[in-house]
């Protein structure tokens, strides 16, 4: 059964006097331990189509289920709950809170939980998380005192801890340089190969051939829908940008 | 269900912003702080009222003699010579629940004694005085009934008489000459110091009513009498049956006397520092308010700028009303943070107004928990409209909020 499945969705902005029709009919399916790159123009609708993947907003027509689950039917707090505890979210601006230890940090989406554990239980929880992604030794660090990448990869813990069905990234990479951005790639590509299913949304060409599938969008219709080829692997770009910052160094010395 | 978390959150917030949970529960502190203070100041300054009131006696009940009215001129209360030691006597008989009576006679008169000479208040009273006055004698003894009755030439005197009269020497056993007739001191009472008005109590000399009646202003009548009854319950009883005998002793002519009880004396005397509290009390508690406002003002401004802390934590999960929660607990610890420092400002400022400038302070633990209760209460109701605005954020529009 695929992980989310959408069917013929349509979302209308009516902001009174304009209808936006943001997106017209798009029907995808999403399998576990997919890794699906959402891209587009500004306006093509890859962000509507996002914040409903993301259940905080619900599709004007159309049945998205998520795990099986029909989110139409859904208020306000049911779908924080599902977000809770189905899916995770890395936004382009990190939005990690500021004066709050990358632990704590990462510990957010736990205190909203269901079922959550005791304290020394998320604590731990956190401290793998944070693991994963390389940072078990800034935990106790403030994001102020984190490189952007570092900060990137304390969010992605955040987005990891609860365990979710789907990872979903709003450009990613947007506010990092290019090697930051294929280390957190690595991140991602690393995730994906534990079995981790993940959408991001992405404008720039390189970073989508990172993932297995690119999702192209124009005026809110789906017009390619493709698996990627000949994939970058994060390791072998990272030597390769080394390799010529190397270069540039020994010029640079001449 | 997530109470536990969201203290953790709330606490993890506020100290997140220190110096502005700080200045904004100031307001809280400074409001708490001047209610104690002020009450404190308001209810020492009635306590010392109250004092001087219980210094006059303990449930005394006078009897004034009535005015004077003759050739068209009218004289106050206690001019006329309508009351006699009969009436004294009558009351002593008949009225039930009293303790004590005395009749009084008063005049000035100069007083010798030891080579100095000295101008006081000489009254006639009975062996109940002191008692009916709650005076007690310092040395010696009070004269007694059989003085009362002997006419004896026997005086108690004040200290302020004794001091004048018999510098560094001991007055009681010594002999004053009023009206050139020696009088033995047999007692001395205890210092009382000024009363209300303003007058020196202890400037005063007492000799047995007959004595000043029949040896020093030679008067069949009397200006006063003084009951005491047995407790403040019965004083409203005693006063109306006292009225009524001596109106019934008059064989229905208009009554020619007056009966005040001392509880209306104390009403009158603390009605002012009741109203001087009531109105620092109120300025302290629109202080109190100003300091709410304070709160929501900032509560206001903390939701706005933390839209896109609301935007993550509504999209990892939280519920409308975890949010809520979150930012009245904020509003809650602050006020009641600052009712708990504004408690500690508010008796220290106390303590220093008594240390410093001598007022008499009585802090009350009364006021001291209700004012920590409303603060609390503050922080709620000032809370309660920025949380509910945080609350209904759309998740998506606080993410985007720049």
């Given at each position: 059964m695929p992980v989310v499945q959408l069917k013929d969705i349509h979302k209308i902005y009516d902001s009174g006097e304009v209808k936006v029709h943001a997106v017209r009919g798009v029907s995808v399916e999403l399998h576990r331990g997919e890794f699906m790159a959402v891209m587009g123009a500004s306006g093509s609708g890859k962000s509507t189509l996002m914040n409903t993947l993301g259940c905080l907003d619900r599709p004007t027509s159309g049945v998205y289920l998520l795990d099986g689950i029909d989110i139409s039917k859904l208020d306000r707090n049911e779908l924080a709950d599902l977000r809770n505890e189905k899916l995770g979210f890395v936004f382009q601006g990190f939005n990690l809170l500021a004066r709050t230890t990358a632990l704590e940090n990462v510990e957010l989406p736990m205190l909203y939980g269901r079922h959550r554990g005791s304290r020394r239980d998320m604590r731990e929880r956190a401290e793998r998380a944070l693991a994963t992604v390389g940072l078990a030794d800034r935990a106790g660090h403030f994001p102020s005192q984190l490189s952007g990448g570092q900060q990137q990869r304390v969010a992605i813990a955040r987005a990891l801890v609860n365990q979710p069905q789907v990872l979903l990234a709003d450009e990613p990479t947007g506010n990092l340089d290019s090697k930051t951005s294929v280390e957190v790639m690595g991140v991602f590509q690393k995730l994906n190969d534990e079995g981790i299913t993940i959408v991001m949304v992405t404008h720039e060409l390189d970073i989508a051939r990172f993932c297995k599938r690119n999702l192209i969008m124009r005026d809110g219709r789906v017009v390619s829908d493709v698996q990627v080829g000949n994939r970058s692997i994060a390791s072998i770009e990272m030597q390769k940008l080394l390799a010529a910052e190397a270069d540039a160094k020994l010029i640079g010395q001449n | 269900m997530r109470f536990g978390s969201t203290i953790i959150v709330a606490l993890r917030a506020l100290r997140?912003?220190?110096?502005?949970?700080?200045?904004?529960?100031?307001?809280?502190?400074?409001?708490?702080?001047?209610?104690?203070?002020?009450?404190?100041?308001?209810?020492?300054?009635?306590?010392?009222?109250?004092?001087?009131?219980?210094?006059?006696g303990q449930n005394v009940v006078t009897v004034f003699s009535g005015s004077f009215t003759g050739g068209g001129m009218r004289g106050g209360w206690?001019?006329?010579?309508?009351?006699?030691?009969?009436?004294?006597?009558?009351?002593?008989?008949?009225?039930?629940?009293?303790?004590?009576?005395?009749?009084?006679?008063r005049d000035r008169n100069q007083i010798l004694a030891n080579g100095l000479n000295w101008n006081t208040q000489v009254i006639g009273e009975s062996p109940d005085y002191p008692q009916i006055r709650s005076w007690k004698i310092a040395t010696g003894s009070v004269f007694t009934e059989q003085d009362v009755r002997s006419v004896a030439k026997v005086a108690v005197i004040g200290k302020t008489v004794a001091d004048q009269l018999f510098p560094e020497q001991e007055a009681v056993g010594q002999t004053i000459r009023i009206r050139n007739i020696p009088f033995k001191v047999v007692g001395q009472l205890e210092p009382k110091g000024f009363n209300l008005f303003g007058q020196d109590q202890d400037d005063i000399v007492i000799v047995p009513y007959t004595s000043h009646m029949k040896r020093l202003s030679r008067r069949t009548n009397i200006n006063s009498i003084m009951i005491q009854a047995a407790s403040p319950e019965v004083i409203d009883r005693v006063q109306q049956e006292i009225t009524d005998l001596l109106t019934q002793r008059r064989n229905g002519k208009e009554p020619d006397f007056t009966v005040r009880n001392q509880v209306e004396l104390a009403q009158t005397a603390t009605a002012t520092t009741r109203t001087m509290t009531i109105f620092l009390g109120i300025t302290a508690g629109i202080s109190l308010i100003v300091g709410g406002i304070g709160i929501m003002n900032i509560m206001m401004v903390?939701?706005?700028?933390?839209?896109?802390?609301?935007?993550?934590?509504?999209?990892?999960?939280?519920?409308?009303?975890?949010?809520?929660?979150?930012?009245?607990?904020?509003?809650?610890v602050l006020s009641s943070m600052g009712g708990v420092l504004g408690i500690v400002v508010g008796v220290a400022s106390s303590e220093a107004v008594k240390y410093f400038l001598g007022w008499p302070v009585l802090v009350s633990s009364f006021w001291a928990f209700a004012s920590f209760a409303v603060s609390a209460a503050v922080g709620m109701f000032f809370g309660f409209y920025p949380a509910r605005q945080a609350a209904q954020l759309d998740p998506i529009d606080a993410l985007r909020y720049e």
């Open positions: - | 997140r912003n220190k110096l502005r949970s700080i200045l904004t529960a100031l307001g809280i502190i400074i409001g708490v702080g001047a209610v104690i203070a002020m009450v404190s100041i308001g209810n020492g300054a009635k306590s010392q009222v109250e004092a001087q009131v219980a210094s006059l206690g001019s006329a010579p309508s009351l006699t030691v009969d009436d004294a006597n009558a009351i002593a008989a008949n009225v039930p629940n009293i303790l004590g009576v005395s009749p009084e006679v903390s939701v706005t700028e933390r839209t896109r802390e609301i935007g993550i934590r509504l999209a990892v999960g939280a519920h409308g009303r975890d949010v809520l929660l979150q930012f009245l607990i904020e509003a809650i």
